[in-house]
């Protein structure tokens, strides 16, 4: 099993222009989850998705939009990236949203390093 | 919203020494603790949690404390390897409806042979 899995890993844009940031997983897994890291800050949650059809803002989703249309997909996009969004992002996939249980265990995919000039 | 504190953001150990990372959180209703593991290069990965009606963890050569009262959580490595030289993250879960996790900012630990 491939687990989760981001494309592209690296991407450099200048600003004001948009991606997409793709991730897929293959565990079936109902919750997915996009996290950006930023040195000295930690993981920090932009968007979930609870389940198929259903996203949630996280701690960070200004400038970013999702879209998960099929379970086993979850799409971040910029639509005008800006030199602040320079960071490594996270996909993560849950069996549960309730992570505090043995089902909520995060996986995380290898990370998309993106930089903005 | 919750508000989690680690540290030290960096420590080196001598092989088979223990290594020991702090983590603090303001948020008096969290009640899960878990603690993740970054390999250069790749994401990380869970590797020990406790729930808040737990004072210890263990598995292995780790291990994870709680105090509640003084609302702090460790994560201890004993006989520490090579292979344990990442980035370590603690985390909390947030109460209320959203129920997410708030990450530290992470601890980089060097195994020195």
């Known amino acids: 099993n491939a687990g989760v899995t981001q494309t592209p890993k690296f991407q450099v844009l200048k600003t004001g222009q948009s991606m997409t940031l793709q991730c897929a997983q293959d565990?079936?897994?109902?919750?997915m989850y996009w996290y950006r890291q930023d040195p000295g800050m930690g993981l920090r949650l932009i968007y979930y998705?609870?389940?198929?059809?259903?996203?949630d803002k996280g701690e960070v989703p200004d400038g970013y939009n999702v879209s998960r249309l099929k379970k086993q997909n979850f799409l971040l996009g910029l639509e005008s990236a800006a030199p602040s969004q320079t960071s490594v992002y996270f996909c993560?996939?849950?069996?549960?949203?309730?992570?505090?249980?043995?089902?909520?265990?995060?996986?995380f995919g290898e990370g998309s390093r993106l930089t903005v000039l | 919203g919750e508000n989690v504190e680690q540290h030290p953001s960096t420590l080196s150990v001598q092989e088979g020494d223990s290594a020991v990372i702090k983590c603090t959180y303001s948020d008096s209703a969290s009640n899960y603790f878990p603690w993740y593991k970054q390999e250069l290069g790749k994401g990380p990965q869970l590797i020990i949690d406790i729930r808040s009606n737990v004072g210890e963890k263990k598995d292995q050569r780790i291990a994870v404390t709680l105090n509640k009262t003084a609302k702090h959580f460790s994560l201890h490595i004993t006989e520490t390897q090579p292979e344990d030289s990442a980035v370590y993250f603690c985390a909390a879960l947030t109460s209320g409806s959203a129920r997410q996790l708030t990450f530290g900012s992470g601890t980089q630990l060097t195994v020195l042979p």
């Open positions: 993560a996939s849950s069996y549960s949203k309730r992570q505090d249980r043995g089902s909520g265990e995060l996986f």
């Open positions: 565990m079936n897994h109902n919750s």
């Open positions: 998705s609870a389940s198929e059809g259903t996203t």
